[in-house]
């Protein structure tokens, strides 16, 4: 299995951007599904997740202005999870990755995590 991020770019802080991360090889059928970021200098963190049946959770610095949804379509052209991002901050600055986890469930541990995308690039500037 395969995942690809996509949908990063520059943006103006208070702007938006949707993430997609797309699955090939299979789908994410049965597995929590997370997003995380890497800003230069730092050690990768935990964004949001969302769990095979749709729960969610974020961290701290995002809640209230990102949201993580799913679609859970059996093809796996569609087989796909968003990461919307509203209200964006120059701190929001980073590389985000999307992963899945080796469950239905999330965790903000990377270790839970055991495939990963290449990563795509977000800039916020001020």
């Known amino acids: 299995v395969q995942l690809q991020a996509s949908g990063g770019g520059l943006v103006q802080a208070g702007g938006s951007l949707r993430l997609s991360c797309a699955v090939s090889?299979?789908?994410?059928?049965?597995?929590?599904v997370g997003w995380f970021r890497q800003a230069p200098g730092k050690e990768r963190e935990f964004v949001a997740g969302i769990t095979w049946s749709g729960g969610t959770h974020y961290a701290d610095s995002v809640k209230g202005r990102f949201t993580i949804s799913r679609d859970n379509a059996k093809d796996t052209v569609k087989n796909t999870v968003y990461l919307q991002m509203n209200g964006l901050k120059p701190e929001d600055t980073a590389v985000y990755y999307c992963a899945k986890a080796g469950n239905p469930y999330i965790d903000v541990s990377i270790s839970r995590y055991d495939t990963w995308g290449q990563g795509t690039q977000v800039t916020v500037s001020s």
């Open positions: 090889g299979r789908t994410f059928s049965g597995y929590g």
